[in-house]
């Protein structure tokens, strides 16, 4: 079981509400069908544990805190906060134990900027596999 998905355009966050999932539509990668490209969360399949990445680029003047959410409630965050010139880049992991059902997604926590999203790139990612 593991899912690779990443976010295919630009996201600006000013849009968002707080725990908006983020939607990583293009999968590269989903064998065992557990994660869903409509709602951005993984159903755990089986009990077990699993690990999860995810990765993101914020544009010049951002900041951006997004969070791994499991059963909707918080696990994990991550922040990147862009200087007046440069991209940032923020990168996470985890290992989770789930039961059988148990969903996760990472979603929009706070902050104003622009999510880096391209097919070419992949800068903004979710991945997880279980042991």
Sequence with gaps: IYFSAYL??????ERMAQYQPIVFTEVMTNEGGAYDAN?????APRTGAYA?????????KGTVVL??????????????????????F?????IINLLKGETVR????MGKGKLHGEAYNKYTTFSGFSL
């Design 52 to 60: 999860f990445f995810w990765e993101f680029l914020v544009f010049p």
């Design 67 to 88: 969070e791994l959410q499991k059963q909707h409630k918080t696990y994990a965050h991550s922040y990147a906060h862009g200087s007046d010139s440069e991209f940032e």
């Design 106 to 109: 990472i979603v929009y926590f």
């Design 8 to 13: 295919k355009s630009h996201t600006k966050t």
């Design 90 to 94: 923020a990168s996470k992991s985890v």
């Design 39 to 43: 709602t951005g969360e993984f159903t």
